[in-house]
């Protein structure tokens, strides 16, 4: 498999201009199904499974657990700043360097627990979520770029589906 398609299994993220509700109604039901799948995909692998990468160069699928809690606090605080503040500069962090702290070497469970909960409380406010309120943005200062609630949903639905397809890759391999 070439390293593009072991990097983007499901492709990469493509924003659009424009969102119908229906669609959003899609990204939220993505983002509160993760746990579920999550738990199902990690349930029987071993730690050699959970410590192999999913591609060359890439993290181990223990990483990857890891990482979805920390990348979806991230953005549930965002979600919040955006609808408690006008258009709130958000800072960035190192998803590369904290894949590197101890804490990445946990058993997955303990990331799981968090997910948990974290998706529960985050579906819980963007079902609460008018049209009005996906219209606000933020400022996200690595890119330089002005991101709309409704793009965002659409990115962390992707960033679900993203990495759930990264675990896939060892989980299901023969």
């Known amino acids: 498999m070439d390293i593009q398609k072991l990097k983007f299994p499901i492709g990469e993220f ?6 119908s509700q229906e669609e959003i109604n899609s990204f939220i039901a993505d983002i ?13 692998l071993s730690d050699i499974q959970l410590d192999t990468q999913y591609r060359p160069e890439g ?10 809690p920390d990348s979806h606090m991230n ?19 190192f998803e590369d360097r904290w894949a590197m702290l101890p804490d990445a070497k946990l058993p997955p469970e303990v990331s799981l627990r968090i997910i948990d909960a974290l998706h529960e409380r985050w579906v819980y406010l963007l079902k609460s979520m008018t049209e009005t309120d996906f219209e606000r943005k933020y400022i996200h200062s690595e890119y330089k770029k002005t ?24 989980s299901r391999a023969k």
């Open 14 to 19: 493509a924003p659009k201009e424009n969102y």
């Open 32 to 44: 509160e199904a993760l746990p579920s799948q999550l738990r199902q995909e990690v349930k029987n």
């Open 59 to 68: 993290w181990t699928v223990r990483q990857v657990i890891h990482h979805l």
């Open 75 to 93: 953005s549930f605080i965002r979600f919040k700043l955006t609808l408690t503040e006008d258009t709130p500069e958000i800072k960035p962090y």
């Open 147 to 170: 991101f709309t609630l409704k793009e965002a949903v659409h990115l962390y639905s992707w960033h679900c589906r993203h990495h759930l397809a990264h675990i896939q890759l060892v």
